[in-house]
């Protein structure tokens, strides 16, 4: 009797498993739907402009950089076995942020030089934001070819504005621009800290270095034995 309901109560909790499971399925494929293919229309039917879909999320990045100017792309496609040949070009304005992700930042990244009263910082390196290009702003847009087709001018809008994004992101990650940001960075951290240590009546110099960058070679000019942690520990 006893292991006759042990096993109606298994299986009714692999029954609300699998009930469970439906459910979730069917409100995810529903909402992927909604916000990917559903057209919301008004009350006469006609499609309008409107947010389908938004999420508010937590950043704990700091803004060192912003690169801003214009882009020129290209893209081309073929129809009728190569016949046909369609080439679109534009320029537009596009702009790409650096950051520098303090979420990462942890005890053990602080050393602490009493000597010479100079906090060293060492910060994640520098990392790109999404590339964005203004194509509500474009400055030339000319499709060559005879008669392109609806299919032909969505697939040429994809692969020009990828091949935006992509040209974009490789003038983002240029050496001398990454060391501008990487310098802008380190100017904005040592004044943050600086600023956060004064108010807190510690003046001490904050020297910032980025992940990967060389060591100073000289130990004797810096005491690197001290964390964070055990200056703070000694304080109290």
Do not use: C
């Amino acid at each position: 009797m006893a292991t006759d309901r042990l096993t109606g109560l298994g299986r009714l909790l692999v029954s609300l498993a699998i009930a469970g499971a439906i459910v979730v399925a069917t409100f995810a494929g529903y909402r992927y739907f909604t916000e990917r293919y559903a057209i919301a229309t008004d009350d006469n039917g006609v499609a309008v402009a409107r947010v389908v879909a938004g999420r508010l999320y937590g950043s704990n990045e700091l803004r060192v950089s912003h690169l801003s100017g214009t882009v020129q792309s290209t893209a081309a496609t073929t129809r009728m076995w190569g016949w046909l040949k369609y080439v679109r070009l534009i320029k537009a304005p596009y702009d790409v942020d650096y950051f520098v992700p303090l979420g990462a930042l942890r005890p053990r990244d602080f050393r602490y030089d009493e000597r010479r009263r100079t906090l060293l910082v060492e910060v994640p390196d520098v990392t790109l934001g999404a590339p964005n290009i203004d194509e509500s702003r474009v400055t030339v847009d000319t499709t060559s070819g005879f008669m392109p087709s609806r299919t032909a001018m969505a697939e040429l809008q994809k692969r020009v504005s990828a091949k935006a994004t992509t040209v974009v992101a490789a003038k983002a990650r240029e050496p001398e621009n990454m060391r501008k940001a990487r310098e802008n960075g380190r100017t904005a951290l040592e004044r943050l800290f600086e600023g956060t240590l004064e108010a807190a009546n510690l003046p001490v110099r904050v020297e910032v270095r980025f992940a990967g960058e060389p060591r100073p070679d000289n130990r004797d000019r810096w005491d690197m034995t001290r964390s964070l942690e055990e200056v703070l520990g000694n304080a109290h």
